[in-house]
T-cell receptor
């Protein structure tokens, strides 16, 4: 069956450290993958997009990698800050399903000062 | 631009009642979609539309209807509310559909409780 899985347990890290979140998928052929941030009581906000032929993408303190062999994306936040505390969602755009966006369940990140 | 707007923000229904969740966007986006978000389940796609007059089912379409008569509006109708439809509903839009699509813009959500 098709699955997208993110770390189900909350990730707690100290301010200044690098947070690494994982997104694994099975039985999908993604055209590309997106990462979103969601704060409590709000809608998700787009952060980054990485295409299947790209290995890595960076934006300021954010870095995303995409390994189609391992079927995995890693999302890194360097020099983390308490303001980075939120839930982070990965989403696949599936090329053989009309381009629909399929989300993982999200990982809650808490950055302690 | 107001972006994606949703009304109402909160709603309580009794089992069997019907209602329409409103969604509008002012960015001239082709693609619009509805998701529901339940604890531990992530966002699940209910219905989506790739343009005015075109709609299709997502992962969990049962109990919901949609229509897209204009580019701007994409209402979601609950035909006969059930407690299992208690959830937070998000509407989203993006510039285009398919593999050309980019970021999705989400509305603030509607928190629905069915008693």
């Amino acid at each position: 069956s098709q699955k997208i899985e993110q770390n189900s347990e909350a990730l707690n890290i100290q301010e200044g450290k690098t947070a690494t979140l994982t997104c694994n998928y099975t039985n999908y052929s993604p055209a590309y993958l997106q990462w979103y941030r969601q704060d409590p009581g709000r809608g998700p906000v787009f952060l980054l997009l990485i295409r299947e032929n790209e290995k890595e993408k960076r934006k300021e303190r954010l870095k995303v990698t995409f390994d189609t062999t391992l079927k995995q994306s890693l999302f890194h936040i360097t020099a983390s800050q308490p303001a980075d505390s939120a839930t982070y969602l990965c989403a696949l755009v599936v090329s053989n399903q009309g381009g629909k966006l399929i989300f993982g369940q999200g990982t809650e990140l808490s950055v302690k000062p | 631009n107001a972006g994606v707007t949703q009304t109402p923000k909160f709603q309580v229904l009794k089992t069997g009642q019907s209602m329409t969740l409103q969604c509008a966007q002012d960015m001239n986006h082709e693609y619009m979609s509805w998701y529901r978000q339940d604890p531990g389940m992530g966002l699940r796609l209910i219905h989506y539309s790739v343009g005015a007059g075109i709609t299709d089912q997502g992962e969990v379409p049962n109990g919901y209807n949609v229509s897209r008569s204009t580019t701007e509006d994409f209402p979601l109708r609950l035909l006969s509310a059930a407690p299992s439809q208690t959830s937070v509903y998000f509407c989203a839009s993006s510039y285009s559909a398919g593999t050309r699509s980019g970021e999705q813009f989400f509305g603030p959500g509607t928190r629905l409780t069915v008693l």
